[in-house]
Each structure stands twice: as structure tokens, then as C-alpha cells.
């Protein structure tokens, strides 16, 4: 007997990019970070060149792109660093007898103008168009002191050029890591101030792990429901719990390129919901639900207001933005992302009930860490973790007091995480100058079990 399959599945490399995705481009090394759905018809805009985003589709993730200049418009070519032999020898004979002490920056040692690379670019598009590695060329050619220049100098005087006239795109696939440095470079305050350190500290301290049932506390776009959801890998389940009747906006979550199975398993549920067999008056959950509905109510209105305003900074300026700015086709289907955090069903509920979760994670800065935990803390079995993220320490001190006086947890600490960032160069190691001095700090412990039977 045969058997035979009707539909075929397609099983799609998360290598590779394919139409629909999201992928983060880094421009020139990084100095712009763009969100970007691959489709037919997106473009990316370059100062004032628009280039279409399809010779990104079906390349692998880390492939490096240069801005070209083509017979109608520019385009996208993929570009292979070459591959560069010294001569260590000779190179440091040379670099020790150079210096830069000499030179004068007069801005007289260019002797191609404007006019003279506007003239390249006239000529050479009655052909394919005027290379930016030609131009770079050109001004390395004609500048006076070039060798007088050290290798360092050189290199950073090639590097300024090429990211003017040779602008390059670095196809990055975003995960929890990359979306989290693109976010607190260009606006922290969306994610909390959350840094990469603090949310890999946060993942440790609530020992997220496969076939965990976590319960998040996200008021910081989704990226930590995102990134435990990441961790898990298609199993277990994650539980993002709101107060109020107003879920909370998860809206990174349609970054991480999820698969179905794992969108299935990202859940949202109210806190009257999961304390309803809790508290079987319902009074004290009513009660609290009440206070939380107007300030549900106002963080919605505020992120809404900062939806628009992405609007507006796509269109106005797209130097900045970390928002999709790219342009989609009337009729393309394929950019359409799983939708993530749908409502949770009731076996899932009674589940939850009845087992308890397996960890707590809190990333919610305008609410009072004390209320939330003593709230949660019963949803989850004994001698599960938690995690508390706070950026500052005040709050989280008042909490492991008040969690220390009524004996509801053990091995409590609060960790500051910091993470210094250090160039590395020949013969010239330090750290970066601009570093982030926003760290916060976390809350961690275990659930300890109370006998309130006894005296």
C-alpha cells in the first residue's frame, strides 16, 4: 500500500532569508540599524538614493551588500570583502617611519572637486553607471597626503570615503541579541533601558529552559516575551499576563521570524483570569483589577501615541528609525507575519491552575514591583525561580524587604549587570568612549513554601 501525501510542507533555512521576513540591516558598519519585511516591492533609502530590497531575498544572513549605481537606478550588489596579504615586515618598517605630525589639515590636499566626481558619475552612467570604489579611488589618488599617513589613518580616511560615495548594508538576522542593541541604540526608552547583559541575566536568573511554563510580566514591546519564547524553542509555553482589560502592545515580537508552532505557544491571559479559582469570592481580584484598568488603559494610549509617532519618523526622516520603512506591493500576500499572542484557551488556564508555572519574569516599570509580585508569586509552583527588572534600585529593595518580612521566597539578591565594550586596535586597547551607564538591576530569588496550617 502506497502512501501518499497531498501537500508538500516547505521546510525554510533559517540561513537564509526568504520573502516575508524580517531582517536588520546595518549600514555602514553599523552607524544606521533598519527593520526591513523582505518583499518584491520594498525599498531602503540611502541618503538620497532608494534601492529595491529584492537581491536580498534567498541570501544567507551576514552577506554584505554595496550600493551601486545602475543604468535607471541604483541597486543592491553583493559584495565579498577582498582577501588582503601583508607584508608584515616591510608594513612595519614603513608604519615606524610615518607619522602624522606633519600634516596639515588645511583642506587643501584634495585636488578632485565636486564638479570633477560629478563628472565621473556623467560619464560612466552612458555605461553601468559610476562605481563608489572608482571614487574612493579617485580621492585616495589625488590626495596630497595620503602616504604620508600611517596605516591607521589610512584606512580611516578610505573607510569615511567608501561610507559616502560606497555605502554597504550588512544583512543581519534579528534575534534576541540584535534586537535588543538596535532598540537601546536608537530608543531605550521603548524596552525599559533594558541593555543585553540585563535581559541574558534576566533569561539566567528565571531559569528559562525547554519545556518551561513562564509567566511574563512585558511592558517593554515584547522583547522579553520574545526572547524567552526564542529559548524555548517550540516547547513549553509562555503565559504574558496584563492587568487590566487592555493587553499590553508585544508588537517585537513580529521580528523574531517565528515559526507557527512557536506563535501557538505564546499566550496571553488577564490577572482576573488566572486568580479566578485563587480567590473564590472574586472581591480582592475585582478590587485590583479596578485599580490597574485605568493604568492599562493609559500605557495603551501612550504606545499608541509612539506607534504614530514611528509613522512619522519613517516618513520624515529614515536616518533614525528602527521601524519597518520599507514600501510594500498592493498584492503581495507573503509579508504577512504569524500573529503571536493570541487569547488563552481554557485547558490551557485550568493547566496553569492546577500545575503552576515553572518561572516568573517582571519587566514592568511603571508598576510597583511589591504588587505585582505578591499577586504572582501564588501562580507559581514551589521552588520556582523568578526574576524582577527594574531600572532603578529602589523599588526592588522595598520588594525584597516586604518578600524577606512575609517569608515568601529565599536565596533573594539583587544584581546590578554592567558591560564594558573595548576597542581593540594595534598596539591601542581601551575602552569605547561612549558607553551606556544605564544598566538597572535585578530582583532574583525561589519561591519558598508557607504551612499556614500551623501556628
Known amino acids: 500500500m502506497s502512501e501518499s501525501k497531498p501537500e508538500s510542507v516547505t521546510v525554510l533555512n533559517p540561513r537564509v532569508t526568504w520573502e516575508g521576513c524580517t531582517v536588520l540591516l546595518g549600514i555602514n558598519d553599523g552607524d544606521r540599524l533598519v527593520f526591513a519585511r523582505l518583499s518584491a516591492g520594498s525599498t531602503l533609502t540611502i541618503g538620497n538614493k532608494t534601492c529595491s530590497l529584492q537581491p536580498l531575498i534567498g541570501c544567507p544572513f551576514g552577506s554584505l551588500f554595496q550600493v551601486e549605481s545602475g543604468k535607471k537606478k541604483p541597486y543592491l550588489s553583493r559584495f565579498v570583502p577582498p582577501t588582503e596579504v601583508q607584508d608584515e615586515g616591510g608594513s612595519q618598517l614603513q608604519e615606524e617611519s610615518r607619522d602624522n605630525r606633519a600634516i ?175 480567590n473564590e469570592t472574586g472581591e480582592q481580584v475585582s478590587q485590583h483589577e479596578d485599580d490597574c484598568t485605568m493604568e492599562s488603559q493609559s500605557n495603551e494610549k501612550t504606545s499608541l501615541s509612539v506607534g504614530k509617532e514611528d509613522g512619522h519618523l519613517s516618513s520624515k526622516n529614515g536616518d533614525s528609525n528602527l521601524v519597518p520603512e520599507n514600501k510594500f506591493s498592493s498584492s503581495s500576500k507573503t509579508c504577512k507575519a504569524p500573529k503571536a499572542g493570541k487569547k488563552a484557551p481554557k485547558e490551557a488556564i485550568q493547566s496553569w491552575k492546577e500545575n503552576g508555572f515553572s518561572s516568573l519574569i517582571i519587566a514592568a516599570a511603571e508598576q510597583d514591583a511589591w504588587s505585582l509580585v505578591k499577586d504572582l508569586l501564588p501562580l507559581r509552583t514551589y521552588s520556582a525561580p523568578f526574576a524582577i527588572y527594574h531600572q532603578y534600585l529602589q523599588p526592588l529593595a522595598t520588594c525584597m524587604h516586604n518578600l524577606q518580612h512575609e517569608k515568601m521566597a529565599i536565596g533573594l539578591q539583587i544584581s546590578e549587570p554592567w558591560l564594558r565594550e573595548y576597542q581593540v586596535l594595534p598596539s591601542r586597547t581601551h575602552p569605547c568612549m561612549q558607553m551606556s551607564g544605564t544598566r538597572g538591576y535585578i530582583l532574583s530569588g525561589t519561591r519558598m513554601y508557607t504551612n499556614t496550617s500551623q501556628p
Open 104 to 278: 596639515i589639515d588645511n583642506n587643501q590636499a584634495q585636488t578632485l572637486t565636486g564638479e570633477d566626481i560629478d563628472a565621473m558619475r556623467r560619464l560612466k552612467t552612458v555605461f553601468y553607471g559610476a562605481t563608489g570604489n572608482e571614487i574612493v579611488e579617485a580621492l585616495i589618488a589625488n590626495n596630497a597626503t595620503f602616504d604620508k599617513k600611517t596605516q591607521f589613518s589610512q584606512e580611516k580616511y578610505r573607510l569615511k570615503k567608501q561610507k559616502k560615495y560606497a555605502p554597504r548594508v550588512l544583512l543581519r538576522r534579528p534575534f534576541s541579541r540584535s534586537i535588543c542593541e538596535a532598540y537601546f541604540k536608537k530608543y531605550p526608552a521603548r524596552i525599559g533601558f533594558l541593555r543585553v547583559d540585563a535581559l541574558s541575566l534576566l533569561l539566567s536568573m528565571a531559569n528559562v529552559t525547554a519545556n518551561s511554563d513562564v509567566l511574563v510580566v512585558d511592558m517593554v514591546g515584547g522583547l522579553v516575551t520574545g526572547a524567552v519564547s526564542e529559548r524555548l524553542g517550540g516547547s513549553g509555553s509562555v503565559c504574558s499576563i496584563y492587568l487590566g482589560g487592555t493587553p499590553y502592545l508585544i508588537e517585537i515580537i513580529r521580528m523574531f521570524n517565528f515559526s507557527d508552532e512557536i506563535c501557538k505557544r505564546i499566550l496571553r491571559c488577564s490577572f482576573n483570569d488566572l486568580c479566578a479559582v485563587q
